[in-house]
């Protein structure tokens, strides 16, 4: 275990805390651990249950997280603990997110030091670590030394994230972070609370932080049919980004049934369709669709002229045509990570 950071002593008489990672700002009793499951009240002291208990280290295309403006074809160092903070019906890594712990000494994963994660990303010849498959803000403490680390050997951090992380948190981690693709799961707070036990309105203020102190954004919606699929809801989201950047990366995914959310169908392709229009008619300039077989649908377009400047098919980038960032037929920046 190693003691947390951002929270407080509220009640000394009964050992309480308030912890501050994450925007459950969860009150915990002694003996007790937040909403994530493995941050643990001990005696008044904040443990993390998780620092160095990697359950998962994989060398995935960047593509994957996903992120398509930031390094494309290269491989990122992809690691994660157990634990979440939030409950999604429909999370694709419910065994590891929602994991249940007993006790500290249940904690499963392989011990591993923040150099040792470096080192491993190196030797792989990984350009990125990515801080993934569940919420990295759990296990904040080593993703953060680790950052540093990597962040001296010109290795990019990336967070793949639900978007709850604590402003606190968010700030002292960003002169570290260089990209962000965080899920806007919806626009509706009913959802959020229903779905994923959580609220809308902090995920929108990390989006919009996140922006703000320089890390690279990309956004990512699963859209599920029946919960997410409005036209209302869509342009929602689609103002929201554009309002922010026009040039934050929208990915938009096709749902299928898992986990406990198996009362809804596989997207539609149409709707897939539908949501890639809501967002060029909100002058979002680079829509992408996924989880499909779209050819094209995953292509980066210049804005200007409509020249495909990089081709994927699947993780692979088949083509890539910008020269100095840029297209090469009208000189148009592409805005995002491009270099090593």
Known sequence: MKEALFYDVIDSSS?????????HNCKIKNGKTGLCNVRLNAGGVLQSLVYGKLVSENVDPIEKKPLFHVSPGSKSYSIATVGCNFKCRHCQNYQISQFPISSPDAVPGKDRTPRQVVSNALAYDCQSIS???????????????????????????IFVSNGYTGPAAAKKIAP??????????????????????????????TIALMKELGVWVEVTTL???GYNDTDK??????????????????HISRFYPTYKLTDAPPTPVETIHRARDIGKAAGLKY????????RGGEDT?????????????????????MTNNSCPDCSTAIAGLWGR
């Open 287 to 294: 829509i992408y669709t996924g989880n499909i077989h779209d």
């Open 233 to 250: 809801e869509l342009k929602e989201i689609a103002a929201f980004i554009a309002g922010l950047d026009s040039e934050i990366p929208w």
């Open 223 to 225: 859209i599920i049919p």
């Open 15 to 23: 050992a309480t805390v308030q912890c501050h990672l994450c925007s």
């Open 301 to 321: 377009i210049c804005p200007q002229c409509g020249k495909t400047l990089i081709k994927r098919g699947g993780y692979t980038i088949e083509e890539n045509l």
């Open 131 to 157: 801080y993934t498959y569940v919420e990295p803000t759990i296990f904040y403490e080593f993703a953060y030394e680790t950052a540093e680390i990597a962040h001296e050997q010109h290795l990019k951090n």
């Open 176 to 205: 570290f972070l260089d990209a962000n693709n965080i899920d806007l799961k919806a626009f509706s707070d009913t959802f959020y609370r229903q779905v994923c036990g959580a609220k809308l309105t902090p995920v929108l203020n």
